[in-house]
């Protein structure tokens, strides 16, 4: 069992910064593949962002140059650096991973507004 736990949400202005974080509990954090995900309303849950166990990352086209992911092993922390934030980032931000099974975080809201 893996449980996560989103924080940083908020509302920030156009062009703005946030900073996401993900808390996770498990031993076996080091050797997992961590996610990031959003879901706007009226819209299907889209992946954002991934790092794996050895920090290689990948990123969706739609946040490539904007987010950056990272993890602190020694804290079981991932993080999501959010910058040039734009009015369609506006969405619940979910960290995942798979252990095996499938687990979500509860997730936080990040608005986007002038």
């Known amino acids: 069992q893996v449980q996560l736990v989103e924080s940083g949400g908020g509302l920030v202005q156009p062009g703005g910064s946030l900073r996401l974080s993900c808390a996770a509990s498990?031993?076996?954090?080091?050797?997992?593949?961590m996610k990031w995900y959003r879901q706007a309303p009226g819209k299907q849950r889209e992946w954002l962002a991934s790092?794996?166990?050895?920090?290689?990352?990948s990123y969706a086209t739609s946040v490539k140059g904007r987010f950056t992911i990272s993890r602190d092993n020694a804290k079981n922390m991932v993080y999501l650096q959010m910058n040039s934030l734009k009015l369609e980032d506006t969405a619940v931000y979910y960290c995942?991973?798979?252990?095996?099974?499938?687990?979500w975080g509860q997730g936080t809201q990040v608005t986007v507004s002038s």
């Open positions: 995942f991973t798979w252990e095996p099974g499938a687990f």
């Open positions: 498990t031993s076996s954090f080091v050797n997992l593949t």
């Open positions: 790092i794996t166990s050895s920090a290689s990352t």
